[in-house]
């Protein structure tokens, strides 16, 4: 697994970045999101979904903390720009602070 501030797909070529998924279309984009989330460290991600809707990438389903939420959201927006991601993930089981 990757730490938080490492994505997986620029390691294999350090000096891409992620134009190559907008290059490619809104499939490819979707297709390096779910690469990303599942070389997550740390991250349960079984119980969410990344799917397609027009131009915009829409992550939905359920995750156990709020920082597992962020780190979702952060790996969308880098691949696909901040206003181009949509949430639907409930936190589920985290505690009160």
């Known amino acids: 697994m990757f730490e938080d501030n490492k994505m997986f797909l620029s390691t294999l ?4 970045t992620f134009e190559f998924a907008r290059d490619h279309g809104i499939s490819m ?8 989330l599942s070389y997550l460290a740390n991250f349960d991600g079984r119980d969410l979904s990344v799917e ?14 709020s920082s597992d939420q962020a780190r979702a959201l952060r790996v969308a927006r880098e691949i696909v720009g901040y206003d181009r991601v949509l949430s639907r993930i409930i936190i589920v089981g985290e505690a009160a602070a």
């Open 13 to 16: 070529q350090p000096s891409a």
């Open 29 to 36: 984009e979707k297709t390096a999101i779910e690469t990303e």
């Open 52 to 65: 397609v809707t027009g131009d915009y990438i829409v992550l939905e389903g359920v995750v156990h903390s």
